[in-house]
T-cell receptor, first 111, second 113 residues
């Protein structure tokens, strides 16, 4: 089993819809969870991080964490064409200073 | 602040050649990382460092070496380049706080032929 799994997509949603991106992880002791956005040919940029079970909202973005089920998700409300990118989930294993990245989900927002 | 800078942006190497990818950060971050990203894939950790003089292997260290003599610089050395090392290389840095938010450089696109 891969340590961090994401559906590679592409996930296509119409403009204005909610995009839902999911990520599962294998290390039950993981404490920190991150979502990065990466435009084609560019470097990753942090969108959100979450540590506690439940939801965390920041503008149009909501991260959801369920440690019992070992998944973390990212919701993007009112999706815009400019949200079209690859979204990388990253998990920090316990007691480490590093991330394990998933392979990313490519999101396409159709105008 | 320039953030994290990487040089060169692009490089073509012949099989068996060696080179050093440069990475510098001006944010006084303790932690620095080297990743590689193959097409359509996520990021794989090559090496990381938690401070000057301290380095450790990541998931895919074979064929690479690093050093960390200063807080600012974290060069990645490729010895005897192989086609399998064709990739985009990203350097990142972070503070050692709970967030560990990583700031990425612009990347180096390397082709080995």
């Amino acid at each position: 089993q891969k340590e961090v799994e994401q559906n590679s997509g592409p996930l296509s949603v119409p403009e204005g819809a909610i995009a839902s991106l999911n990520c599962t992880y294998s290390d039950r002791g993981s404490q920190s969870f991150f979502w990065y956005r990466q435009y084609s040919g560019k470097s990753p940029e942090l969108i959100m991080f979450i540590y506690s079970n439940g939801d965390k909202e920041d503008g149009r973005f909501t991260a959801q964490l369920n440690k019992a089920s070992q998944y973390v998700s990212l919701l993007i409300r009112d999706s815009q064409p400019s949200d079209s990118a690859t979204y990388l989930c990253a998990v920090s294993p316990p007691g480490t200073y590093k991330y394990i990245f998933g392979t990313g989900t490519r999101l396409k927002v159709l105008a | 602040n320039a953030g994290v800078t990487q040089t060169p942006k692009f490089r073509i190497l012949k099989i068996g050649q060696s080179m050093t990818l440069q990475c510098t950060q001006d944010m006084n971050h303790n932690y620095m990382y080297w990743y590689r990203q193959d097409p359509g894939m996520g990021l794989k950790l090559i090496y990381y460092s938690v401070g000057a003089g301290i380095t450790d292997k990541g998931e895919v260290p074979n064929g690479y070496n690093v050093s960390r003599s200063t807080t600012e610089d974290f060069p990645l050395r490729l010895e005897l380049a192989a086609p399998s090392q064709t990739s985009v290389y990203f350097c990142a840095s972070s503070y050692p706080d709970r967030g560990y938010e990583q700031y990425f450089g612009p990347g180096t696109r390397l082709t080995v032929t």
